[in-house]
């Protein structure tokens, strides 16, 4: 599976738009894109995952480059129980555990 | 809406003690998972069944057992506790027949063995 990047943390004002980018350059054409999050000592939360196209749901939207070497989550209007570890996560196609690397540390701040 | 039930949200055990931890899932899924999270590790694999009955090895096996008698549950066991198994365990579900086979979590058991 293809190892992702991703910045430790980042902050986000509540009520914005909040983008959190995920490199994964070695990415193989089987590959699915797969976006979790994790609130502090609860289970992992499945958000969205993708393969080629955008794709958007009721959580958020996932931006995948043309290339497909990197991604963007986006939460639209970020709110304080969004702050939360975000996991990108590259796995190939029917492929059996997730891999969860550090992910990015979000705080969404008043 | 997907769910995922664990047996309890936190648990302490001495050492030596059997123990077990229960996974339930109501999306009629094949795929269930076991993991365990620690700080600075991740998530770690330790067993996963696709069907009833069935059961492959993870990373790290050793000192767990599973059980998957019926299609919604599956049975995490600790034959004899040791404190190096105070952990995070994790329970997950995925259906096999969908080529992304996302997985959905449960809440997690905290489980500190004394």
């Known amino acids: 599976d293809a190892k992702t990047t991703q910045p430790p943390s980042m902050d986000c004002a509540e009520g914005r738009a909040a983008n959190l980018p995920c490199n994964h350059s070695t990415i193989s054409g089987n590959e699915y894109v797969y976006w979790y999050r994790q609130i502090h000592s609860q289970g992992p939360q499945y958000i969205i995952h993708?393969?080629?196209n955008n794709e958007t749901n009721e959580m958020a939207s996932l931006i995948i480059t043309e290339d497909r070497k990197s991604s963007t989550l986006i939460l639209p209007h970020a709110t304080l129980r969004d702050t939360a570890v975000y996991y990108c996560?590259?796995?190939?196609?029917?492929?059996?555990?997730?891999?969860f690397g550090a992910g990015t540390r979000l705080t969404v701040k008043p | 809406d997907v769910k995922v039930t664990q047996s309890s949200r936190y648990l302490v055990k001495r050492t030596g003690e059997k123990v077990f931890l229960e996974c339930v899932q109501d999306m009629d899924h094949e795929n269930m998972f076991w993991y365990r999270q620690d700080p600075g590790l991740g998530l770690r694999l330790i067993y996963f069944s696709y069907d009833v009955k069935m059961k492959e090895k993870g990373d790290i096996p050793e000192g767990y057992s599973v059980s998957r008698e019926k299609k919604e549950r599956f049975s995490l066991i600790l034959e004899s506790a040791s404190t190096n198994q105070t952990s995070m365990y994790l329970c997950?579900?995925?259906?096999?027949?969908?080529?992304?086979?996302?997985?959905?979590f449960g809440p997690g058991t905290r489980l500190t063995v004394t």
């Open positions: 996560i590259v796995r190939v196609t029917g492929g059996n555990d997730m891999r």
């Open positions: 993708g393969l080629k």
């Open positions: 997950a579900s995925s259906l096999a027949t969908s080529g992304s086979r996302e997985q959905y």
